[in-house]
């Protein structure tokens, strides 16, 4: 397995001298030390480190805190703060910045190592959780319902595409607008609380249909029939947190069905096509009529003719031309 790389941002030479003695001893390796922010950055795009361990205290306009910042926001990289400041105000400022860790100022050779083995356990496991995060992303994207996804205010957190196409509103639009801004629904011309049922599936943890007949007013006028359900979703210590809304425009659905069912039916028709005309053909060495399944002997034409809707056309080629006509076609 390849060492994890690791950039030390310490302006003082001793210090970043012993730090990159122990992280080496440890078993890691150092892409470099930089003594200021600028440093850091030009460093992180060139090498690419696993880990950065980062002085909050540091010369330059920008402190390590703010440096922390940027390298999570552009690089997603994790930080480790190295400080000897351990005052409620520098831990407040710092935690801002999102770190995977503090090594206070002195510190001994196992505290570092445990500092950096748990901010790499960590980012890798955060990384697992993001990808995940974007398969689920992109499966709930492709969906071909509509979802809106709130939070247990019935506030907009998503929207996939479907739902914006539908709705007319885009994902940005809507969030953290209430959920009826965007899914305006009605039912024989009455509005359909719909916070109601985001509600009821909230309070009672179960899904819940949408009533029949309901249709959604989209945001140019449109009314789109639709069929739906509100389900809620809770947190892994079972904390109910929102709801998914999920839905489909019925009359788009019916067509796209009977667009299946005419496919279906086509293809069946020519796999029936095709059935008949495989397996063996007897077929007649002299006159080369064939011999149906009645025994009947038909010519070529009439076989495949009623059989397929092949069309004949008739002509003579060139050896047949030779034989029967000598000389015609030939050049002079």
Not at 164 to 190: H, L, M, N, P
């Amino acid at each position: 397995m390849p060492k994890k790389q690791i950039l030390i941002v310490e302006d003082e030479p001793v210090i970043a001298l012993d730090i990159q003695y122990s992280l080496t001893k440890a078993g890691y390796s150092v892409t470099g030390i930089a003594v200021s922010v600028d440093g850091a950055l030009s460093k992180i795009t060139d090498d690419a480190p696993d880990l950065v361990l980062m002085d909050i205290v540091i010369k330059g306009d920008t402190d390590g805190i703010e440096a922390a910042r940027l390298i999570r926001e552009q690089h997603d990289i994790p930080v480790v703060f190295l400080t000897a400041y351990g005052d409620d105000e520098t831990l407040q400022r710092a935690k801002q910045a999102c770190p995977f860790g503090f090594v206070l100022k002195p510190f001994e050779d196992r505290d570092l190592r445990a500092a950096v083995e748990v901010a790499l356990s960590k980012h890798e496991a955060d990384q697992r959780v993001k990808e995940r995060v974007r398969w689920l992303d992109a499966t709930i994207r492709g969906l071909g319902d509509g979802v809106i996804a709130t939070d247990r205010q019935g506030r907009v957190s998503f929207m996939n595409s479907v739902a914006e196409a539908i709705t007319g509103w885009s994902q940005a639009e809507a969030v953290g607008r209430a959920i009826a801004s965007a899914f305006d629904v009605r039912r024989a011309g009455s509005r359909i609380v719909v916070e109601a049922f985001v509600a009821e599936a909230v309070e009672e943890r179960r899904p819940v249909g949408l009533p029949g007949r309901t249709s959604l007013i989209a945001r140019d006028g449109v009314e789109h029939p639709i069929s739906g359900s509100v389900t809620p979703v809770w947190d892994a210590r079972g904390n109910v947190v929102g709801a998914v809304v999920a839905f489909y425009d019925v009359l788009l659905r019916s067509q796209g069905e009977g667009n299946v069912e005419g496919q279906t039916r086509e293809l069946q028709d020519a796999m029936r096509v095709l059935r008949i005309l495989k397996g063996l053909l007897p077929i007649c060495a002299s006159c080369k009529r064939i011999r149906d399944q009645h025994g009947d002997w038909k010519t070529i034409e009439t076989y495949f003719g009623e059989r397929s809707e092949i069309q004949f056309s008739h002509g003579i080629c060139p050896m047949c031309l030779d034989r029967l006509y000598p000389g015609i076609g030939r050049e002079p």
